[in-house]
């Protein structure tokens, strides 16, 4: 199982970014695929979930209306575009390979990728 997340970087407040997850060493179409994030000093935090098809997505409360999740269904990559980026969102994002019921309350379980990290700051 192998994720390579993508897209991070620095960016003012209000400012966008789109963070790419490419999977490979396992059948992707049959996995949920979820975002998970950790700022420094805290626990990891869910973030956006997707099935399958791409057809159901969630989101945390602190990012809904901002954040949206996205995949090809049978292709790579999942994305995340993140928009009215705010400082608090500041953190290292990962692309968690699960089922996004179980990854929302355990957000240390799945697979995991490496992490892009994400700074919002003026």
């Known amino acids: 199982v192998q994720l390579v997340e993508s897209g991070g970087g620095m960016v003012q407040p209000w400012g966008s970014l789109r963070l790419s997850c490419v999977a490979s060493?396992?059948?992707?179409?049959?996995?949920?695929m979820n975002w998970v994030r950790q700022a420094p000093g805290k626990g990891p935090e869910w973030v956006s979930g997707i099935n399958t098809s791409g057809c159901d997505t969630s989101y945390a409360d602190s990012v809904l209306g901002r954040f949206t999740i996205s995949r090809a269904n049978a292709k790579s990559p999942v994305y995340l575009q993140m928009n009215s980026l705010k400082p608090e969102d500041t953190a290292l994002y990962y692309c968690v390979r699960g089922p996004t019921l179980f990854i929302r309350d355990k957000p240390r379980g799945g697979s995991w990728g490496r992490g892009t990290q994400v700074t919002v700051s003026s």
């Open positions: 060493g396992f059948p992707f179409r049959v996995y949920e």
